[in-house]
């Protein structure tokens, strides 16, 4: 079973950095498209980055795009996301999730994600 675990959340003030982390246990990440989504209180889950398993295609949220920074190590079979400039509305529990195939790192949307991670909380205020 396809176990994900994320970690890095946190509070930061506005104009602060976090890096998440996903961290795969049972299976390795090589084969999969890994992606990272977010749920604020009263909103549905968003898609904010995903990456292709060889890491050749990566797709963002117009909302993070500059800012945030998908990366893979399959090495130490983890997925970061590097999240600069944080602003209050970055405030949601983040996922990580996984899935097959390229066209679906292109696409980075949670209907075609099938092992979901417990989630992270993170809170961008002053």
């Known amino acids: 079973q396809l176990q994900l675990v994320e970690s890095g959340g946190g509070l930061v003030q506005p104009g602060g950095s976090l890096r998440l982390s996903c961290a795969a246990s049972g299976f390795t990440l090589d084969y999969y498209t890994i992606g990272w989504f977010r749920q604020a209180p009263g909103k549905e889950r968003e898609g904010v980055s995903c990456?292709?398993?060889?890491?050749?295609?990566?797709n963002y949220a117009d909302s993070v795009k500059g800012r945030f920074t998908i990366a893979r190590d399959n090495a130490k079979n983890t997925v970061t996301l590097q999240m600069n400039s944080l602003k209050p509305e970055d405030t949601a529990i983040y996922y990580c999730a996984a899935a097959r195939g390229v066209v679906v790192a292109m696409r980075c949307a949670r209907t075609e994600f099938g092992s979901w991670g417990q989630g992270t909380q993170v809170t961008v205020s002053s």
């Open positions: 990456i292709s398993s060889s890491g050749g295609v990566t």
